[in-house]
């Protein structure tokens, strides 16, 4: 059993990472503090959730969310998607493993996963609308968010969600606030059975080591950890006992990273927009320069007066 | 009356007054739309939010700006798209550039309505205006969800960022194209009071619109 975070003291504790701390701000120039904090990570043990949901319940109770009742289609998924209220969602995948015949139910905890190279702060448009803190937290910050949604455009997991009730974006904040003075995720800390562990991110990883040849011993050869290089790891990472396939879990993406377009969009185009659009308009001075003033002379008056003759 | 007029006599009606209305429409709401995209095209710009009241302000009101301007050069577009077809006299013009940008026009055709470059400007408003109009839509929660009510199509996440670079790509464009229209009506002397009054001197035409003049006067019997 991975030891438990205890109880928070009911003393006032000062935050442990502030607007000092940050790594990265959206469409800003920063400069980050020369010493990091230590990075925290969320672990999900797919194999040990037994769907309970309880991740779901604590995560709503604790953002003071409500989620609308909605209707059942024949699967466990409810809601059936992220959404603005729901930052967290099992997935419920069935299986049948074609090695073995069985029959085996992936359910996998979806949310943020609080990338180290996160497209969403790339792609967002607004001053500090999307921060990275030092430890890896990647948070929203309502104020500053405009409801463009380009941060969906810019994550490779489709995980925030525009409010249908302010226009603003949501997502997972890996509980920031909690994290804050010490406590782990809400999500965490309701979980039945430590499927969910949080810790900085190389105790979840020796953690995880030791999950892993637990299942490897018990015939899930190809079981690993989740935790992408191509968006340079996450924050929230899973063992999954297919790590292989990880697109067997609901369709998480086999190898996540920024899509070029956001790159592209982001990048270049950005660049060469400036460029022509200012050389497009040094172009007009110079040429009024060279050129001067295209002007009407006396004798085009002479000639139109001449063709319209006593018409005007 | 302006320097420019050198005591013209002959006047001749350019644009009616529906056809101006319609002009300053579009006009208006594309300097709208240039600056609020421009705050949302790099952070360098977003102080521009201000003048719309915000970043949430200028996120909902762009794509209504894009309504407007687009419903209203459709009106230019319909209005105009007969003067602006090809015709071979556009090739001879292009061909000496030269001196249309030395401003030497007795080496060029006579001209009618419009010039090659003029009808190069509309038209490539047109195609680029249809693209934003479409990856526009794209990019806007409201008007993706009318699509989906109206044609059940839902793009991909990956078309989306197509939308999102093709967007930005256009505006470019458009923007790079309205300098050279602002430009041209700034270098072409004479050239304003056909936007604002309607009217141009004899003098202009005879020297710009030269075709364009003859038929003017033909008509007027």
């Known amino acids: ?312 | 009356m302006s320097e420019a007029d050198h005591g013209a006599r002959v006047r001749v009606r350019r644009y009616s007054g529906t056809a101006r209305l319609n002009h300053w429409v579009v006009a208006i709401t594309f300097v709208g739309l240039m600056l609020s995209g421009m705050a949302l095209f790099h952070p360098s710009f977003f102080g521009l939010t201000a003048l719309f009241g915000g970043g949430q302000m200028t996120r909902w009101l762009h794509p209504w700006m894009g309504v407007v301007l687009s419903v209203a050069f459709l009106g230019l577009f319909l209005r105009f798209f007969w003067q602006n077809l090809p015709e071979g006299t556009d090739f001879v013009w292009l061909a000496r550039i030269r001196h249309v940008l030395s401003g030497k026009e007795e080496y060029l055709p006579e001209v009618g309505k419009y010039n090659a470059g003029q009808k190069f400007v509309f038209w490539s408003q047109f195609v680029l205006i249809s693209v934003m109009l479409v990856t526009g839509i794209g990019l806007w929660d409201q008007g993706l969800a009318w699509v989906a009510q109206t044609f059940g199509f839902v793009p991909t996440m990956d078309q989306r960022r197509w939308a999102a670079l093709l967007h930005g790509s256009a505006a470019i464009l458009a923007v790079t194209i309205w300098i050279i229209h602002v430009y041209a009506a700034i270098w072409v002397r004479g050239t304003m009071s056909a936007m604002i009054s309607g009217m141009v001197t004899g003098g202009w035409g005879w020297r710009h619109h030269r075709k364009w003049l003859r038929k003017e006067v033909g008509n007027r019997g």
């Open chain 1, 1 to 312: 059993m991975f030891p438990v975070i205890p109880n928070p003291t009911t003393d006032k504790v000062a935050a442990k990472f502030t607007d000092k701390d940050l790594l990265r701000r959206s469409a800003s120039t920063i400069q980050a503090p020369a010493q990091r904090q230590p990075e925290v990570a969320k672990l999900i043990d797919v194999s040990k959730c037994i769907g309970c949901k309880a991740c779901q319940v604590a995560c709503l109770e604790w953002n003071d969310l409500r989620e609308d009742v909605g209707v059942n289609t024949g699967v466990y998924d409810n809601p059936h998607d992220l959404t603005a209220n729901s930052w967290t969602l099992m997935r419920f995948t069935e299986w049948e493993n074609p090695q073995t015949g069985n029959l085996e139910w992936l359910i996998r905890k979806d949310g943020c996963m609080h990338c180290e190279d996160p497209g969403c702060l790339k792609a967002c448009p607004s001053p500090g609308a999307i921060v990275q803190y030092t430890n890896g937290i990647v948070d929203f910050v309502k104020d500053n968010c405009i409801g463009c949604g380009y941060c969906v455009k810019g994550c490779p997991f489709n995980i925030p969600r525009i409010s249908k009730a302010d226009n603003k974006a949501y997502k997972c904040t890996l509980c920031s606030d909690r994290v804050a003075v010490g406590q782990g995720p809400a999500c965490q800390k309701a979980c039945p059975t430590q499927a969910i562990v949080f810790g900085t991110k190389d105790e979840m990883t020796k953690w995880a080591d030791k999950r892993i040849a637990d299942l490897k011993s018990r015939g899930f050869d190809k079981a690993g950890l989740y935790n992408p290089p191509g968006v340079s790891g996450t924050h929230v990472m899973y063992v999954l006992h297919h790590a292989d396939k990880p697109s067997l879990y609901a369709g998480l993406p086999d190898n996540p990273r920024i899509s070029p377009i956001v790159e592209m969009w982001k990048g270049m185009s950005k660049y060469a927009g400036m460029a022509i659009v200012g050389l497009s308009a040094v172009a007009g001075v110079v040429h009024y320069l060279f050129a001067g003033p295209n002007r009407v002379s006396a004798e085009d008056e002479e000639n139109a007066e001449k063709l319209a003759g006593g018409k005007s």
